[in-house]
């Protein structure tokens, strides 16, 4: 029983599963007024001038969410733009930091807006629009508050070490000799690669669990082949199965019932990538067991790694809008991104027995999803695999990782990516990351280069970009030595990267910080946003503007400045307060904390390569403790933490 944490209940909801540790009822919410509003309630706590609010996972804006309206409410609409409300995941976790330190965790399946000092208004207003459980975090630091939580919700996903290295996609390759391209592309151009994903065209017709036998005539051998070339394939999972008489798993899941039901009580007809597909009532064990099953198609073919999709769900338009304003309008009130919102009162879960309406517990289906898919691959397979998903909610972190959605190529998105790292890490997602490059638009070759040298130190490292951009895969730039340069780095920081991974997930800790968790006494670090600490020893502070030759750093301490120019680190003490440092294209710098150490590995084409205990060590630190294992086995444990000693 965990007493720093208690909850308290507002209403019935239907289980979520976010909080795994036992946790004591308390008799009064401390910090928030309360009040009943509609069928919900309505939260409010008075902020400190001072105060920091933290949290709220995959939101935009910055870390300290102050002054934004976030409304969660999973949503699959591409346009990143500040003041947007929803995107794809909802993570109802904030702190809040000043003179009253404290997390509140309103845990809810249904839509929950909150309103973090909007417009200046001085306090935290959270309307719960149903039932709510919340739970109140006690911790004496911000952090502490967050690793509690982190506890309560249970042990991260634990992905296998090849997930760690570099992967390709886009939407648009389609057979075997697109993906072969690529990898060659890739090895001609002595740039590292670990795998590449393939999007709805490897489906017939996005007909999930199905492979386009002309495009890859024998799955099997293909990933055979791209596997002697150190490169997996990982094919996408969309949430909906295509009504199509014939197809095993639509049979077996209209004669099982496994669907949801639309107002009428008929399994309900939604428009995806497919055509008419119907969503598999994930919230049922026996379905999400059935769906899980179904992942043994690509799995026999020696397949170890899977993005979820469309698990907003995303909605084109169902038999219900069908027609109203054309389909697909961008001009319809009800149209909303890539989804009709009215069609989530058009279809109905059965939990217990009891019809539950899709709005009630909206915000839980696509975590759903990934669990059914982690439940299955679990069973499937004998050690760990790859598995991210674009919709989620807490608790979804213990199945998978999460990617950030159909961010753009543009400047204000990787600062986005920044930005979002520690408030996912927050909410449980240690593995996430964005699409580098930027997902829509077409990147220039600058902010390419920027963008890998963040996302070189984010746990998902996946290039990907949409049809009909401009490619974007390393290989097709000039000067390809700077992009050899980021990528070679990530490979040399992979013995850092997996053990400070696995640590955290050990330990319930995060793995990318904010400065201010690491220095809660220094007033300027608790300002800084565009800096992170990763890990125990690193200190990152990515260039983020166009035309930039470098960029200004603060330090809250001296440390050692680490600078890789693509063949070699070189090492500098560094004082306290704020450089500007340059940091020309394709060169990465880096900030190694006081009395810490970074253990680096050698070059390596992939994953295959890595001798993990071979390592470097740098910085002015005595000590490392290094998480080494096979990476690939499900028993992890702190019997694998090695010490390491500075040499002499
Ligand atoms: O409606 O599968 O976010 O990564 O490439 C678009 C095609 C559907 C959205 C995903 C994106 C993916 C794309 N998908």
């Known amino acids: 029983m965990i007493t720093t944490i208690k909850k308290y209940s507002f209403g019935a909801h239907a289980p979520t599963g976010a909080v795994t540790a036992q946790v004591e009822e308390g008799d009064t919410l401390p910090y928030f007024s309360v009040q009943a509003e509609g069928q919900g309630t309505r939260f409010r706590c008075p902020l400190e ?56 965790f309103f845990d809810t399946p249904a839509r929950a807006v909150f309103e973090i000092d909007c417009g200046g208004s001085g306090e935290v207003n959270v ?181 979820n999709d469309m698990n907003e769900p995303a909605i084109f338009y169902s038999e219900y809008t069908k027609g109203k304003g054309g389909e697909r309008s961008e001009g319809d009130p009800l149209y909303r991104g890539n989804t009709f919102l009215s069609d989530y009162r058009n279809f109905c879960h059965n939990i217990e027995g009891k019809e539950v309406n899709h709005w009630e517990v ?103 970009a949409s049809k009909g951009t401009r490619p974007q895969e390393c290989f097709r730039f000039r000067g390809k030595k700077d992009f050899r340069s980021i990528l070679s780095l990530r490979y040399r920081l992979l013995p850092y990267i997996y053990s400070e991974f696995m640590k955290a997930a050990l330990s319930f800790d995060m793995y990318m910080q904010p400065l201010a968790f690491g220095y809660p006494q220094d007033a300027r670090a608790r300002r800084v946003e565009d800096e992170l600490l990763v890990g125990e020893s690193l200190l990152i502070a990515p260039v983020l503007e166009k035309g930039a030759k470098g960029r200004r750093v603060y330090l809250p301490e001296a440390m050692t400045e680490v600078r890789w120019d693509g063949a070699s680190f070189s090492a500098r003490q560094a004082a306290a307060g704020e450089h500007f440092v340059k940091v020309p294209l394709g060169e990465v710098v880096f900030y190694i904390r006081k009395g810490k150490l970074l253990p680096v590995g050698g070059a390596a084409m992939h994953t295959g390569e890595c001798d993990l205990s071979a390592v470097t060590l740098l910085g002015d630190g005595e000590e490392y403790e290094q998480y080494l294992d096979d990476g690939l086995t499900r028993s992890v444990s702190e019997d694998n933490i090695r010490l390491l000693r500075r040499q002499g």
């Open 49 to 104: 001038k001072d105060d920091v609010v933290y949290g709220l996972g995959e939101t935009m804006r910055g870390i300290d969410k102050r002054g934004g309206r976030y409304v969660s409410f999973n949503t699959d609409n591409p346009h990143h733009t500040q003041d947007m409300p929803s995107l794809y995941g909802s993570h109802n976790f904030i702190v809040v930091d000043g003179k009253k330190t404290f997390g509140a």
């Open 127 to 307: 309307l719960c629009e149903r039932g709510v459980t919340v739970y109140i975090v006690e911790g004496e630091s911000a952090h502490a508050v967050v690793r509690r939580f982190l506890r309560a919700v249970g042990r991260s996903y634990l992905p296998p070490l090849w997930a760690f290295g570099f992967g390709q996609s886009r939407w648009g390759y389609k057979d075997e000799r697109d993906i072969r391209r690529i990898a060659r592309g890739y090895a001609k151009a002595g740039m590292p690669l670990d795998y590449i994903c393939m999007d709805i065209d490897y489906m017939d017709r996005y007909i999930d669990f199905t492979v386009n036998k002309k495009r890859f005539p024998d799955l099997k051998a293909f990933v055979v082949e791209m596997k002697g070339k150190g490169v997996r394939l990982v094919p996408i999972v969309d949430a909906g199965i295509k009504v199509e008489p014939g197809d095993p798993v639509y049979e077996e899941g209209v004669q099982k019932g496994y669907f949801c039901k639309n107002i009428e009580g008929k399994d309900f007809c939604a428009a995806v990538w497919p055509g008419m597909t119907h969503f598999p009532d994930f919230l049922r064990p026996e379905v999400r067991a059935w769906f899980g099953r179904q992942y043994k198609v690509y799995t026999d073919a020696g397949i170890e790694g899977f993005w």
């Open 362 to 464: 909206h915000n839980i289906f696509g975590a759903n999803m990934t669990r059914a898919s982690a439940e299955g691959l679990d069973a499937l397979l004998n050690g760990r695999y790859l598995l991210f998903s674009r919709s989620s909610y807490i608790g979804a972190h213990r199945y998978g990782g999460i990617w950030t959605g159909d961010n753009a190529s543009c400047w204000d998105h990787l600062r986005q990516n920044v930005l979002q790292m520690p408030s996912l890490n927050m909410c449980g997602f240690l593995f996430s990351g964005a699409d580098t490059g930027g997902f829509g638009g077409n990147a220039s070759r600058e902010l390419l280069l920027r963008w890998l040298a963040v996302s070189a130190f984010t746990p998902l490292f996946r290039d990907h």
